[in-house]
C-alpha cells in the first residue's frame, strides 16, 4: 500500500526556522517526484514545487522561489520542505504528494503549521 | 502562468441529482487536467486524470470530459459520500497551477 507519511503540527514564532518532513512507503520512492502543495485553511490549493528524490532535481514555483528549500534523502525514502525565516503569512496546511506525470495520485495526510508572535 | 478558471464556487444539489463542474484554461493544455476531492479537514484525493481517465477505486459515477480549453467533471447519481470541494488542475506545463475549487453541499 502507497502511503506518505508526514511530521506533525507546528507552532513557531516569526523569524523561526522549520523543516516538515514526507515519509514514502510501499513503493519505489526514487522514481516518482515528490510535490508539495499550501492550503491556507478556506481557500484553496497552490502548487509550490517538486523534487525527484533520485538525483534531488527541483523546479520551483515562481511563487515559492527563494522563500523555501525542498530537499529529498532517498536513503529514508524521506522528503522534506523547509524554511529559513518563517512569517505570519505561512500559517497553512502543507500537503506532500506523489507526482507521476505532473499530476498527484497518493498524498500525505497534510502537516499544519502555525507562525504567531 | 495557465490561469484555470473553475465555476461555480458553489452547488447545492440533492442526493440523486447530477453535478457537473467547468474549469476552464487560459490556454491549451492537451488534455493534461486532473480533478480532485477533498473533504473537510482532509487531503484531496485524486478522481481523473488526463482529462478523463478514471483513477483506481473511483467510483463510475464520476466522469471526465473535454472540448477544446474547457473540462468538466460529472457526477452522476450523486451520494451522500460527494459532498465535497471539488478542484481542478493543470498537468501540462510548469508552474502548475489549480482551479479555485467548488463546493457542493447538500440542497
Known amino acids: 500500500e502507497v502511503q506518505l507519511v508526514q511530521s506533525g503540527a507546528e507552532v513557531k514564532k516569526p523569524g523561526q526556522s522549520l523543516k516538515i518532513s514526507c515519509k514514502g512507503s510501499?513503493?519505489?520512492?526514487?522514481?516518482?517526484?515528490i510535490v508539495w502543495v499550501r492550503q491556507v485553511p478556506g481557500k484553496g490549493l497552490e502548487w509550490m514545487g517538486l523534487?525527484?528524490?533520485?538525483?534531488?532535481?527541483?523546479i520551483y514555483s515562481p511563487s515559492f522561489q527563494g522563500q523555501v528549500t525542498l530537499s529529498a534523502d532517498k536513503s529514508i525514502n524521506t522528503a522534506y520542505l523547509q524554511w529559513d525565516t518563517l512569517k505570519a503569512s505561512d500559517t497553512a496546511i502543507y500537503f506532500c504528494?506523489?507526482?507521476?506525470?505532473?499530476?498527484?495520485?497518493?498524498w500525505g495526510q497534510g502537516t499544519l503549521v502555525t507562525v504567531s508572535s | 502562468d495557465i490561469q484555470m478558471t473553475q465555476s461555480p464556487s458553489s452547488v447545492s444539489a440533492s442526493v440523486g441529482d447530477r453535478v457537473t463542474i467547468t474549469c476552464r484554461a487560459s490556454?491549451?493544455?492537451?488534455?493534461?487536467l486532473a480533478w480532485y476531492q477533498q473533504k473537510p479537514g482532509k487531503a484531496p484525493k485524486l478522481l481523473i486524470y488526463?482529462?478523463?481517465n478514471l483513477q483506481s477505486g473511483v467510483p463510475s459515477r464520476f466522469s471526465g470530459s473535454e472540448s477544446g480549453t474547457d473540462f468538466t467533471l460529472t457526477i452522476n447519481n450523486l451520494q451522500p459520500e460527494d459532498f465535497a470541494t471539488y478542484s481542478c488542475?493543470?498537468?501540462?506545463?510548469?508552474?502548475?497551477?489549480f482551479g479555485g475549487g467548488t463546493r457542493v453541499e447538500i440542497k
Open positions: 504528494a506523489r507526482s507521476p506525470m505532473k499530476f498527484f495520485d497518493y
Open positions: 510501499g513503493y519505489d520512492f526514487p522514481n516518482y517526484w
Open positions: 523534487i525527484s528524490p533520485s538525483d534531488s532535481n527541483i
Open positions: 490556454q491549451a493544455i492537451s488534455s493534461s
Open positions: 488526463g482529462a478523463t
Open positions: 488542475q493543470q498537468a501540462n506545463s510548469f508552474p502548475l497551477t
